[in-house]
C-alpha cells in the first residue's frame, strides 16, 4: 500500500472535528435531541483515528477498518445532513471526504507478501534431527 498523505490528513481532520462537534454539541441545554448526533460523531472520530494510525503504520488491517469507517461515516453524515447549524454541515462535508479517503485504501493494493511460510513443516528439517538422536542413543 502507497502512503497517500492526503488520506492521512483527512482521516485526522475527520477525527478531529468530530470530536469537537461532540464536545461541543454535549453542552447543548436540550442534549436528549442531540444523543444520536454525539454518540456517532466519537464513533466517528475514533474509527478515523484508528484508521489513520493503521494507515501509517502500513498494517495489513488498514482495509478492514476502512470498511468500518466508511459504514460509520456514512451514519455520521446522514445525522447531520438532517441538522442545520453550520457545524452539523462541515460534519457532513468532512465525513464525504473521509468516506472517499476510505475508499481509496480499499482500491489500493496491498504489499505482496513474502511467500507464506508453508503450512506443515517438511520432513527434511526433522531428518537430521532423528539421525543425530540415533546416532547418540
Same mark, same amino acid.
Given at each position: 500500500?502507497?502512503?497517500?498523505?492526503?488520506? @492521512? *490528513?483527512?482521516?485526522?481532520? +475527520?477525527?478531529?472535528?468530530?470530536?469537537?462537534?461532540? !464536545?461541543?454539541?454535549? $453542552?447543548?441545554?436540550? /442534549? &436528549?435531541?442531540? @444523543? $444520536?448526533?454525539?454518540?456517532?460523531?466519537?464513533?466517528?472520530?475514533? #474509527? +478515523? $483515528?484508528?484508521?489513520?494510525?493503521?494507515?501509517? %503504520?502500513?498494517?495489513?488491517?488498514? %482495509?478492514? #477498518?476502512?470498511? !468500518?469507517? /466508511?459504514?460509520?461515516? &456514512?451514519?455520521?453524515? *446522514?445525522?447531520?445532513?438532517?441538522?442545520?447549524?453550520?457545524?452539523?454541515?462541515?460534519? @457532513?462535508?468532512?465525513?464525504?471526504?473521509?468516506?472517499?479517503?476510505?475508499?481509496?485504501?480499499?482500491?489500493?493494493?496491498?504489499?505482496?507478501?513474502?511467500?507464506?511460510?508453508?503450512?506443515?513443516?517438511?520432513?527434511?528439517?526433522?531428518?537430521? /534431527? *532423528?539421525?543425530? *538422536?540415533?546416532? @547418540?542413543?
Amino acid at each position: 500500500m502507497i502512503w497517500n498523505k492526503t488520506i @492521512y *490528513d483527512t482521516l485526522t481532520g +475527520c477525527a478531529a472535528l468530530c470530536d469537537e462537534t461532540a !464536545t461541543e454539541s454535549s $453542552r447543548a441545554s436540550d /442534549i &436528549e435531541n442531540w @444523543y $444520536r448526533f454525539i454518540f456517532l460523531n466519537l464513533d466517528c472520530a475514533d #474509527l +478515523c $483515528r484508528q484508521v489513520a494510525m493503521l494507515y501509517v %503504520r502500513g498494517s495489513e488491517n488498514t %482495509r478492514l #477498518l476502512a470498511q !468500518t469507517c /466508511i459504514e460509520v461515516c &456514512e451514519k455520521c453524515a *446522514d445525522e447531520a445532513k438532517k441538522l442545520s447549524g453550520e457545524r452539523a454541515k462541515q460534519v @457532513y462535508a468532512m465525513c464525504q471526504q473521509t468516506i472517499v479517503s476510505c475508499s481509496n485504501i480499499l482500491k489500493m493494493v496491498p504489499h505482496k507478501e513474502q511467500e507464506a511460510a508453508p503450512v506443515s513443516t517438511p520432513a527434511s528439517l526433522f531428518y537430521g /534431527i *532423528d539421525l543425530r *538422536d540415533a546416532l @547418540y542413543n
